[in-house]
């Protein structure tokens, strides 16, 4: 038989039955009043969870189309630009930027560790020109399981007046982000993470600073033009035909997250990532992160040593349908990751572990059954 499938990674997120049987919508019109009821509910949602008033548009796209978005939407080619980079997906935004003809200074942070607001205002007090015309960071990097003190690097950048650019893919749902409220320009999501739906939507945030930039700004652009995006919104369409199916998903995704309530949703994260960390404590397997900065959404660990990471996440998955996300970048084969958000529950963790335990025996490791399962009950009472 084949086994039943335990989906554990940060991204595409397993999917709520209610949001699965809302895929089968049959298609109609993209440009009716009937979708345009859909998203005009999906945008009032996304603001909800951005905590904005600012506008929110909606690509057809995974979220890297959104960081896209954000970079040729507020900048010219040859603008200077400091990236906050603490992993893979802030390595993606220097890529990006490059391909562009951005001139970045890449701030590498060692793999682990959360980027300290305190060197971000050094280096913008450098600054004297003001050349940096925006900052750009992950809220959430999934790579290494870290979270960003978004709200002071933040205020940091609005003292120097930089665009403050947010790739919130990973982290929107799982922990707090105040959009407006710590002045945030851009802010990129995407469907399939903390929003339980497939990938196909993508989602960015433009403050009116973020939009006098796009003024100014001369970067080529076409399918991500925002400016196209908003003229469309403003009479509930999109500019391209969207991708309907993740529309009708996400109406009933929105529904079920705002009766769950913001709070409820961040401690609901909050305690699975507790859970996670003292279930590896535990094992006597490692973690990545210190607690301060560890991702509400993703938990690396290190296995011990002759252990091999991607033997362990294989064996999990071939015995027991517990499928794992590896590492990435210089981390590929030292770790692994357990995702912890979107539609993954409490009785998802304690299936993890047992399943680690019982694995982790197997291949020579020191672990007396029902060690992590019970530091994880203990946490998730
Ligand atoms: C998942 C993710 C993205 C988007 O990746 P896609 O594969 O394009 O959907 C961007 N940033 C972060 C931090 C992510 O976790």
């Keep these: 038989m084949a086994l039943k499938q335990y989906l554990l990674i940060p991204g595409p997120t397993p999917v709520p039955p209610e949001v699965l049987s809302a895929l089968s ?31 929110v548009l909606i690509l057809t796209a995974s979220g890297t189309g959104a960081m896209e978005a954000a970079i040729v939407n507020t900048l010219s080619p040859g603008d200077k630009i400091l990236i906050l980079n603490i992993g893979a997906f802030g390595s993606r935004f220097v890529k990006i930027a490059k ?39 992950q809220m959430n990097e999934t790579s290494t399981g870290v979270i960003n003190d978004v709200k002071s690097i933040a205020a940091v950048v609005k003292e120097h007046g930089a665009l403050v650019i947010v790739d919130a893919v990973s982290g929107l749902l799982t922990a707090d982000l105040k959009t407006d409220e710590w002045g945030l320009d851009v802010v990129a999501a995407g469907s399939q993470k903390a929003f339980m739906v497939p990938p196909g939507l993508s989602f960015v945030s433009m403050s009116e600073k973020a939009w006098k930039a796009y003024e100014a700004s001369k970067m080529p652009r076409f399918y991500f033009d925002l400016g196209a995006a908003k003229k469309f919104a403003a009479t509930g369409e999109t500019p391209w035909t969207p991708c309907l199916t993740i529309a009708f ?23 699975l990532s507790k859970a996670v960390r003292a279930g590896v404590k535990a094992l006597g397997f490692g973690l990545l992160t210190d607690d301060r900065c560890a991702s509400k959404a993703v938990t690396p660990v290190i ?31 030292k770790l692994f990751r ?17 399943a680690l335990e019982i694995v982790g025996t197997q291949m020579g490791a020191n672990i007396k059954m029902g060690s992590s399962v019970a530091a994880v009950e203990e946490m998730l009472k």
């Design 25 to 55: 919508h049959p298609m109609i019109n993209h440009r009716s009043s009937d979708f345009k009821a859909v998203l005009s509910e999906v945008t009032e949602g996304l603001k909800w969870a951005y905590q904005t008033k600012n506008d």
């Design 303 to 333: 296995p011990p040593a002759g252990i091999d990471a991607e033997a362990l996440r294989k064996a999990v998955r071939e015995q027991f349908g517990v499928v794992l996300a590896g590492g990435q970048e210089d981390l590929k084969g």
């Design 338 to 354: 357990i995702g912890h958000l979107g539609y993954i529950d409490k009785m998802d963790m304690v299936t993890a572990f047992a």
């Design 99 to 137: 391909a562009y003809g951005l001139n970045v200074d890449d701030m590498k942070i060692e793999r682990g560790k959360a980027a300290d607001p305190k060197a971000v205002a050094q280096k913008l007090k450098e600054d004297k020109n003001k050349e940096i015309k925006a900052v750009i960071f």
């Design 249 to 271: 998903g996400m109406q009933v995704s929105m529904r079920m997250l705002k009766a769950e309530g913001l709070e409820n949703i961040f401690a609901r994260h909050n305690k």
